[in-house]
Structures are given as structure tokens and as C-alpha cells.
């Protein structure tokens, strides 16, 4: 199957800064992207969907201003975590799919650590 | 709104016997996709297999199959033969067939593999 890349793999940073985490498409054009969060022992929680070279789409209750989401490119889509506090400590899946039909591949995850 | 419920919290299987993971869903439309994931203590999402609601063939990856009920929206999954890799979370989902929409996951079943 396709390759989805996370990075970083884990990152932990202190209290009031902000937290970049990529999410690449390593060998297929990624038309939309997903990021999801997951708390432990709970499943995937949906955060945005966002299509190349559009805004994102946020799930309700998701505050689009401190998750931010660029689509740049059809191969790479960024999460920043704004002014990160603890509560924002959770593992961040990206998934990717080429076109509305096709399977959606799962990155391997990003472990994040506010201090 | 589509729903998945996943009612077993947990489930347990000896090694070489067969168990079957419950999953029901909710939906109006017609045409969508369900879906097994696998996600191991790495918590990479493993695809484990696909079913077209509009196949009424069950699908069936090697030691994998699933039973699709589509009138009653059930689609449980049947490992066999269990391995002490099956030992993971596993997730059911659904999503619409066409357009850039989301996976939407049920909660989940932790399955134990018993040597």
C-alpha cells in the first residue's frame, strides 16, 4: 500500500509554545488529507479534513485558530499547534487518499508532550 | 449523522481459535464503504479489510472475513485461526462511497490473544 510520514514521531515542548507537525504523501498525490487525535485507550477523533489548496474543513469544536492546517501541496499537509498547554498532550493521526473513491492510508502518528 | 457502535469493549480469544468483533452502524445512505482497521501497540492504523455495501459477497482476507448485513447495518468481523499478532485494538469504520469524506470510527475493541 501508499506510505503516509509523520514528522516529528513524538516532540515534547513547553507551555505557550507553538508545534509544527508534517504529514507527507511519500508516493501518491494526497487530493485530501485528515488529521485526527486520539486519547488513550479511546479511538480516532476527527480534528479537520482539508483538501489541496483549500481552507480546512474543522469538526465542531475543533478552534480552527490554534490548530492550524495547511494543504499546501498535493504530497504535504501541516498541523501547528498554537500556543500548545497540556491539555493539547494527545497522538496526532494524519491519513491521506488519493481521489473520493480510493483507500485512505494512515500515518504512523505523532506523539506530542506539552510541559 | 452516520454512527458506528463497536459494543465490545474488550474480547479475548485462545491462540489457533476463531473470534468474531462486533460492529453496527446508522446510516440513510446507500452507497458506502465499511471497513476493519487494526491498531497494534505501535498504533500505526493497519487496513484490515473493505466491504462495498453494495457487494453482497462477504469480504474474506485470508484468515480474515466479515459477515455484512445490510438490512440489518451489521458487519462483525471473524479472525480465525488466531494469532498472538492479532493481539490489538481494532476499529470498525464507515464512510460515505463518494467525495472527500471522512472515516467515521466506532470506539473500539481490545482483543487479547491468549497463548
Known amino acids: 500500500g501508499a506510505v503516509v510520514s509523520q514528522h516529528p514521531s513524538w516532540v515534547i515542548c513547553k507551555s505557550g509554545t507553538s508545534v509544527k507537525i508534517e504529514c507527507r504523501s511519500l508516493?501518491?498525490?494526497?487530493?485530501?488529507m485528515f488529521w485526527y487525535r486520539q486519547f488513550p485507550k479511546q479511538s480516532l477523533m476527527l480534528m479537520a479534513t482539508?483538501?489541496?489548496?483549500?481552507?480546512?474543513?474543522?469538526e465542531q469544536g475543533v478552534e480552527k485558530d490554534k490548530f492550524l492546517i495547511n494543504h499546501a501541496s498535493l504530497t504535504l499537509s501541516t498541523l501547528t499547534v498554537t500556543s500548545a498547554h497540556p491539555e493539547d498532550s494527545s497522538f496526532y493521526i494524519c491519513s491521506a487518499r488519493e481521489g473520493g473513491y480510493n483507500e485512505q492510508f494512515f500515518g504512523p502518528g505523532t506523539r506530542l508532550t506539552v510541559l | 449523522a452516520q454512527t458506528v457502535t463497536q459494543s465490545q469493549p474488550e474480547m479475548s480469544v485462545q491462540e489457533a481459535e476463531t473470534v468474531t468483533l462486533s460492529c453496527t452502524y446508522d446510516t440513510s445512505e446507500s452507497d458506502y464503504y465499511l471497513f476493519w482497521y487494526k491498531q497494534p501497540p505501535s498504533r500505526q492504523m493497519i487496513l484490515v479489510i473493505r466491504q462495498e455495501a453494495y457487494k453482497q459477497q462477504n469480504a474474506t482476507e485470508n484468515r480474515f472475513s466479515v459477515n455484512f448485513q445490510k438490512a440489518a447495518k451489521s458487519f462483525s468481523l471473524k479472525i480465525s485461526d488466531s494469532q498472538l499478532g492479532d493481539a490489538a485494538m481494532y476499529f470498525c469504520?464507515?464512510?460515505?462511497?463518494?467525495?472527500?469524506?471522512?472515516?467515521?470510527f466506532g470506539k473500539g475493541t481490545r482483543l487479547s490473544v491468549i497463548a
Open positions: 482539508s483538501n489541496e489548496g483549500s481552507k480546512a474543513t474543522y
Open positions: 508516493d501518491f498525490q494526497a487530493t485530501t
Open positions: 469504520a464507515y464512510r460515505i462511497y463518494s467525495g472527500n469524506t471522512p472515516l467515521v
